[in-house]
């Protein structure tokens, strides 16, 4: 009888190693999966509330969230942003409104493709959103994108 905590051949301890190593690198996979896509929905709910309500903490919310954004989420984002515009463009058949929820739009899109973002230009707009809305902040650590629907139940 094997009381061992390891296997005793060698072979096995690798294999079982080499198993639960890649079982660990696909939860971490699927978990930063999981990350990055609730901080691009994080992004999206607060553009909602910025381009429909005007509030500035959701705008900085949403530029906070661009900012510490790898490259493939940031361009997730302008995606994001160009579909918006496409539909406000589209949908919204007061000129006005639609002038205006466009022009909120293409300033977001300004700002994201104005230059590559650095950790100092998110700390910085982090420490922004903590002035404004430390609410915001705090579920933006946690890439909780919960929050706009609670405050703005009738936009979601």
Known sequence: MNNHLY???????????IHGEVSIVSFLKSLLFSQ?????????NAVRVYVLQGEEDARCAALA??????????????NLLAQM???????????????????RISALIKDLE??????????????????MNEEYLSCLYQADPSIFAKKFPKLF
């Open 7 to 17: 296997p005793v051949n060698n072979r096995s301890w690798v294999a079982h190693f």
């Open 36 to 44: 990055s896509k609730r901080m691009v929905q994080y992004f999206s």
């Open 65 to 78: 969230a661009a900012k510490i954004a790898g490259k493939r989420q940031r361009k997730a984002m302008l």
């Open 85 to 103: 515009n496409s539909n406000v463009m589209q949908r919204y058949p007061d000129k006005n409104a639609r002038n205006l929820l466009s022009q």
């Open 114 to 131: 104005s230059r590559d973002w650095n950790p100092t230009d998110a700390h910085e707009e982090k420490d922004k959103l903590s002035k």
